[in-house]
Nanobody, 123 residues
Framework: QVQLVESGGGLVQTGGSLRLSCAAS????????MGWFRQYPGKEREFVAA????????YYVNSVKARFTISRENDKSTVFLQMNTLKPEETAIYYC????????????????WGQGTQVTVSS
């Protein structure tokens, strides 16, 4: 059974940082592209960042470029999202996901999803 388990969410002040982790099990991790998405209450999930299987390419939504960094450690089957200079409007549930193929910015192309971790940025 494939599991993606996020951790590292929590409460942080405006301008603060958090590092999210997503540990995968039940799949051979390295062939999968990995992504982070977030969901605001009552809204669709939106793409935040993604990384190819090798880690050689990364993608970000424009609003987080230069503040967020996605990385992965294939030997630990884990993907990370370092989030700096957080803003109150980025309060959301953050999900990681795994895609064997497809376009990494598109949620529909992902095969597996985690349960999400809450990030709350206080103003």
């Amino acid at each position: 059974q494939v599991q993606l388990v996020e951790s590292g969410g929590g409460l942080v002040q405006t301008g603060g940082s958090l590092r999210l982790s997503c540990a995968a099990s039940g799949l051979t991790f390295s062939p999968y592209g990995m992504g982070w998405f977030r969901q605001y209450p009552g809204k669709e999930r939106e793409f935040v960042a993604a990384i190819t299987w090798s880690g050689g390419d990364t993608y970000y939504v424009n609003s987080v470029k230069a503040r967020f960094t996605i990385s992965r450690e294939n030997d630990k089957s884990t993907v990370f999202l370092q989030m700096n200079t957080l803003k109150p409007e980025e309060t959301a549930i953050y999900y990681c996901a795994a895609a064997r193929s497809g376009r990494l910015y598109r949620g529909l192309d992902y095969d597996y999803w985690g349960q999400g971790t809450q990030v709350t940025v206080s103003s």
